[in-house]
Every structure is written in C-alpha cells, then in structure tokens.
DNA sequence: TTTTGAGTTGTTCGA
DNA sequence: GTCGAACAACTCAAA
C-alpha cells in the first residue's frame, strides 16, 4: 500500500513496552525505563491513580501540592526525549487491561517499591498479569539495598542502627548512576491522558502553598541542583553545621528523594567523587543520614504496621492525656516555646522542617504535652513535602522511646536549652516568629523570663501577641519522668 | 551457649 | 565555669 520504504520498517509494527512511573519520577538511574528503551521497542509511560485517591499516590496533602509539579516537570522532560506521560485513574488491573489492548502491548515495567500496601499490590498484579501472558519485570532503584537481603547472623532483622550500618558498608556496592537515554521511542498513536489540573493535586480554596515555590523546585532538575548546591556548599562543615537551622546547613535534598526524583545511589556516588577534597567526617556524617533511610525502610519492611503500632508493646499502655487543645496550639506553632514555634510555623509556611527542629518539637509534643506519638506522625505525614512512610513513622517512634533502637526515657530535650545552643542569636526563631524579633538575644528563647520593660520595648505582651507557654518546663520534664516510668514498673 | 561490649542527636545536679 | 555521674535497665549482635 505504502511506496515509502521508510514506512515498511519494523518499528512500525513493533509493539510498545509500558513503564508504570511510581515514586520513581526522573530519567536518570531510572532501571525500569531503561530497560525499555533497551528493547528497541516504543515506550507508553504513565502514572496511575487509584479512584477515590485525592492524593495520586502522595503522603499527603503538602506533598500532593509536589507531586504536582514533579509530574509536569517528568511530562516535560519526556516531551523532550520525544515522548508523554500518561495521567490515568483506575485500578491498576483495570488500567494496565486497557493500555494493552489499545497499544498491543506485551510486556509492563516498573521499579518496586517498598510500603506493605505497594508490596502487596505489585505481588498481586504482578502474577494475574503474568498469569495472561504477559511479560512483567520489575527493578530496583528506590534504595540502596534490598530490605529483605540484609539479616543479622542469626538471619532476624536488624534493629540497632550501628550494626546495621556496618553491615550495609559490607556488602554495598556503589555504582555509576546511569545516564537518561537520549531518546524514548513514542507509540504510533498516544492512548489519551487525563489532565493534570483535572487531578486537584494543588490547594484550591485559602493557598497554604503559597510559599512553598519561594523554597523549592520540584522535578528531576530541581533534585541535581539540589545535589549541586550541596556539594558546592553544605557538605563543608555538614558534621556541624547541620544542627543549626539558623542557616542552610543541610542538603534539602529529602522531598526529591521521597518523589525518586534523584537515585539515593546518584546522591552516594557524588559523595565519593568529592571523597578527597572534603573532611571525611562531614562525607560519613551525611552518609550515614542516607543509610537511616534504608534503615527505616528495612523496618518497615519486616514491621509494616510500624507507623500506628508500637514496636515496644510495653507502651500500648502508656497513659496519654492527648488534649486536643494543646495539639492543636503545637500544629500551629503557639506553644510559648519559641523554638517549638518556629519549627511548627516553617513546617507549615514551607513544607519542610529542619532536622534538629523535628527532635524538639517531637519531643514536645510527647514529653511535654504527653500526646501520642500517632498525632505528630500524622500530622508529619499530612504537611512534609518529604513525608516518607517509613522514615517518618520511624523517627516518630525513636523520639518516643517506644521504637527498636530508640532514645531513653529520660532525654527530654529542653526547648530552652536547646534553642540557646542551636540558634544562639535567635536568627531562626525571628524568621517564624517575627513577633519576638525585636527581642534581644538573651531573652529570645525565654520570652516568659524576660522583665517587663524588655518586653515592653520589644513590643511584645504574653498571652496576647504571643502565646504564655503551655506548660512549664520543670514541670512537665518530671511529669513526663513519671509517666515513663509508670509503663516500665508494670512490664514487672 | 555464654559472654561481652555497645547503643544518633540530653539534661540536671553536685562537686 | 567545668566535669563526671546519674538517670535504668535492657537487648542486640557478634565473638
């Protein structure tokens, strides 16, 4: 029919391989797509979002707000490689049905993920789909390693951090990330996509995201300037500077890493290229930040409801006061704690916390106030741009003292204390807290100590431009104290 | 099987 | 101001 003999070659009728984009959003590194470019074939990417999901897949609603823009941008990136994304609602049985038969596709990849509802749909979907006949792969790429292959001599899972550590530097072994193909191959006829902004992913009535685009830049792009900055910068001095969030001293690189917007062995290997020139225990230092990460996910994995139980069963019993009130004066940054404040307000003006900030205000929310470690948990996950399953559910139940290798009952951080060590001058707290910022530095940890005249010429009045604390200090660390100890004296 | 050393991030108190 | 001890066992991981 076709006199055009470039028409008659066999890609034409070569049929197309699907890749299934999950928390895996870039080009680089990215195993499953590779290996469909490898085939020669065409390649049909989409992204899946359950009906009824109003978050597409996302934590919560701040990373919903991400996971937005990290979708435009990977449709973009696409684009460029002479490709799309498809956007698609559905079960995956249902949707995966439906792109085979449009596209005579025979053959669906993806890169595993590891969140007991993943494993447990992946296992599903992998074998009916292999059971009609069609060809299913899966690759790695999310972590470092698997969480299943790294047991201790007894063949249990770790749950002591430094053990474990030693033992992912054993058997790791880096590799050189692998570049983004030059060209994806496009199907002959796109099967159509769902919009976007049909998806709802960004706040439609008050903007609590307004200030989030000040901060950060969603996307694969973004997560390699991130990386840059980083080595350009933070990573010099990291070992200390990463306790004060007065300044940027970290690598911010997180909410890119919850998305898979960058691979954590890309993140590794950059660490090794600059392993020379840079102090080794800065490079160790923000290893090991990495290493928790796998180090959660392999909790996770061998504990899947680790995020509403808690791993020592000796505090199902812990007595909470959880006053409603009070979480609700912590959610929004008017505890009377200023360092507490501070880090409250940044979560919810940026989407982000500062490390050392999260230990504190955790340790608030369950020591001082005896809330359950469940409501911060929850609420972490609902407004962190990285909200990661497992990290976060982890971290909640270190600072309780309930996880596997968790801090003692009797580290209670002191709001005060650690306020004056990590932001001496107050530059942080003035940042979230502008209305203490005429305050001078002795007093501004401690507004409630500061005489009246200090305050007066600061402009600020107790209970009225800013919050009275809501409990005392002495008071509560010896509350706390009891409480704790109430739980180990019943164990007997 | 038993033993041994160790365990992310603190605070307070008294000498 | 600085320093070490107490806060409490307990359990993990490896030898």
Request: charged share 20%; glycine share 6%.
């Amino acid at each position: 029919m076709n006199p055009d003999p470039r028409m008659s070659s066999t890609a034409a009728v070569k049929s197309p391989v699907l890749v299934w984009f999950r928390r895996d959003l870039r080009l680089e590194d990215n195993l499953a797509l590779l290996a469909a470019v490898a085939t020669g074939r065409p390649v049909v990417c989409f992204y899946l979002r359950a009906p009824g999901d109003c978050h597409a897949g996302a934590a919560g609603g701040a990373q919903a707000w991400w996971l937005h823009h990290s979708l435009s941008a990977l449709a973009t990136a696409l684009e460029e490689k002479g490709n799309r994304l498809l956007l698609l609602t559905g079960s995956p049985q249902v949707v995966i049905d439906r792109l085979t038969s449009e596209t005579g596709s025979d053959t669906v990849l993806w890169n595993r993920r590891y969140d007991p509802d993943g494993i447990r749909a992946d296992t599903d979907i992998k074998s009916s789909l292999r059971q009609r006949g069609l060809k299913v792969e899966s690759f790695s790429g999310f972590l470092m390693h698997e969480p299943h292959k790294l047991l201790t001599g007894e063949s249990k899972r770790y749950s002591v951090y430094s053990p474990f550590w030693r033992a992912f530097e054993r058997q790791f072994q880096p590799f050189d990330p692998l570049p983004a193909p030059a060209s994806i191959a496009a199907p002959a006829v796109f099967p159509e996509s769902e919009l976007l902004e049909s998806w709802s992913l960004t706040p439609t009535g008050p903007n609590w995201a307004a200030g989030f685009d000040d901060d950060w830049q969603p996307g694969e792009a973004g997560a390699h300037n991130a990386l840059h900055a980083f080595l350009e910068g933070a990573i010099d001095g990291y070992d200390n500077n990463r306790d004060l969030p007065g300044i940027h001293g970290t690598s911010r690189l997180s909410p890119h890493l919850a998305m898979g917007e960058i691979s954590p062995h890309r993140i590794w290997n950059a660490t090794q290229a600059n392993f020379d020139s840079l102090p080794t225990d800065d490079l160790m230092r923000f290893r090991k930040e990495l290493v928790w990460r796998e180090f959660s996910w392999h909790l996770l994995f061998h504990t899947p409801d680790m995020a509403s139980i808690n791993l020592n069963k000796r505090f199902d019993a812990f007595a909470w006061l959880n006053n409603k009130n009070q979480l609700q004066a912590w959610q929004r940054g008017m505890t009377g704690y200023p360092i507490v404040d501070a880090g409250m307000r940044e979560l919810w003006q940026t989407g982000w916390m500062h490390n050392r900030v999260r230990m504190v205000v955790a340790s608030f929310l369950i020591k001082h106030l005896l809330i359950d470690w469940r409501a911060g948990e929850r609420w972490f996950r609902d407004t962190l741009l990285d909200a990661d399953h497992a990290s976060n559910a982890a971290s909640w139940q270190w600072v309780a003292g309930c996880g596997a290798d968790a801090a003692p009952y009797f580290r209670i951080f002191n709001p005060i204390k650690q306020g004056e060590t990590f932001d001496p001058d107050g530059t942080y707290v003035k940042e979230y807290c502008p209305e203490l910022s005429r305050l001078p530095a002795r007093y501004i940890h401690r507004p409630f100590e500061a005489p009246p005249a200090v305050l007066e010429q600061a402009g600020v009045v107790l209970g009225k431009t800013y919050p009275q604390p809501l409990v005392a200090h002495d008071f509560a660390r010896k509350r706390a104290l009891t409480s704790y100890k109430q739980i180990s004296a019943q164990s007997e």
